[in-house]
């Protein structure tokens, strides 16, 4: 079944060290390809995204992302993590990108940041 | 720019009454409106896209009779809970997207629903 899966559910990580979400999707063709961050209670903030180009994306907050085809995944990555990085993270694609496609997200990893 | 805006941003009512919440795009035109689903712990599940002027189309397993959704202007959709029952307690969140080859959502803080 066509998916976005997100393998990791809750990660710990320390403050300061570096930081790797992971994201695969099983769509035929190359999806277009979000990552968002959501603060308890509160809604989505886009991170970064993918269309096409480029396969190492940069975000804001320092987050980036690399779109590796040949293994379906679209990992977050942040090099030295601050405690404000605390959220739920979601990896979101739209199958066979477009302009009218809707959002597909995964279920999403739960960050903790330990001091 | 790319705002959205929720109202209201929480609610508690009583079973067997109807709650209404509006989703607004405050700096940009949104042809289309999406309303999100999302329980505790787990993801955003769609339910319902909305284009200016016309049907809401309803995901699979969405009552629409129970959840009615209007998008009477480019900037302003309501959901609609109809006769609220306490399972229909959940974080609901709309989206809007202006159009154009981006396929950018712009995403409302969300409305925490309790139903008593």
């Known amino acids: 079944a066509q998916s976005v899966t997100q393998p990791d559910i809750h990660i710990t990580v320390s403050e300061g060290a570096s930081l790797e979400l992971r994201c695969n999707y099983s769509?035929?063709?190359?999806?277009?390809l979000f990552w968002y961050v959501q603060s308890p209670g509160q809604g989505l903030q886009l991170l970064l995204k993918?269309?096409?180009?480029?396969?190492l994306v940069q975000g804001i907050k320092g987050f980036e992302a690399e779109f590796k085809r040949s293994q379906s995944s679209f990992n977050l990555r942040k090099p030295s993590v601050h405690w404000s990085d605390a959220a739920e993270y979601f990896c979101?694609?739209?199958?066979?990108?477009?302009?009218?496609?809707?959002?597909?997200f995964g279920k999403g990893t739960k960050l903790s940041v330990k001091p | 720019g790319a705002v959205v805006s929720q109202h209201p941003s929480w609610v508690i009512c009583k079973s067997g009454t109807s709650v209404k919440i509006e989703c607004r795009s405050l700096?940009?035109?949104?042809?289309?409106m999406f309303w999100y689903r999302q329980f505790p712990k787990q993801s955003l599940m769609l339910m319902a896209t909305?284009?200016?002027?016309?049907?809401?189309?309803?995901e699979q397993g969405v009552e629409k009779d129970k959840f009615l959704i209007n998008h009477a202007s480019l900037t302003l959709s309501t959901l609609t809970v109809t006769s609220a029952h306490p399972e229909d307690s959940s974080f609901y969140i709309c989206?809007?997207?202006?159009?154009?080859?981006?396929?950018?959502?712009?995403f409302g803080p969300g409305t925490r629903l309790t139903v008593l």
């Open positions: 989206s809007a997207r202006a159009g154009g080859p981006n396929n950018e959502q712009f």
């Open positions: 769509y035929g063709a190359t999806p277009y």
């Open positions: 993918y269309f096409s180009g480029d396969t």
């Open positions: 979101a694609v739209v199958p066979g990108g477009g302009s009218q496609g809707n959002l597909i």
């Open positions: 700096d940009f035109q949104a042809t289309t």
């Open positions: 909305s284009n200016e002027g016309s049907k809401a189309t309803y």
